[in-house]
């Protein structure tokens, strides 16, 4: 039904910076907002960062600051922009989209910040 799709995960040295992608196969006028959440080893996932439909924004503290969240409406499509990357943002990334209370999930992409 709705799909997914992230890009721009890898390994990147403490300091640098990476941006991620998903692209949703659904009209940007059907999703209430858009989001990433992490999940590194041993941790359970949580929200890094969100995007709803008026253009109201929240980030966790641990990044606020340091990445942006954004979206082209024409293409479905969000971006974490992620700068200043700290060995501690080392997880799984997950791309989330919510339509209106039906949550959605991407394949997850890895970013590792060695240390």
């Known amino acids: 039904q709705v799909q997914l799709v992230e890009s721009g995960g890898g390994l990147v040295q403490p300091g640098g910076s990476l941006r991620l992608s998903c692209a949703a196969s659904?009209?940007?006028?059907?999703?209430?907002?858009m989001g990433w959440y992490r999940q590194a080893p041993g941790k359970q996932r949580e929200l890094v960062a969100r995007?709803?439909?008026?253009?109201?924004?929240n980030y966790a503290d641990s990044v606020k600051g340091r990445f942006t969240i954004s979206r082209d409406n024409a293409k479905s499509t969000v971006y974490l922009q992620m700068n200043s990357l700290r060995p501690e943002d080392t997880a799984v990334y997950y791309c989330?989209?919510?339509?209106?209370?039906?949550?959605?999930w991407g394949q997850g992409t890895q970013v590792t910040v060695s240390s």
């Open positions: 989330n989209v919510d339509i209106y209370s039906s949550n959605y």
């Open positions: 995007i709803i439909s008026d253009g109201t924004t």
């Open positions: 659904v009209s940007i006028f059907r999703i209430y907002g």
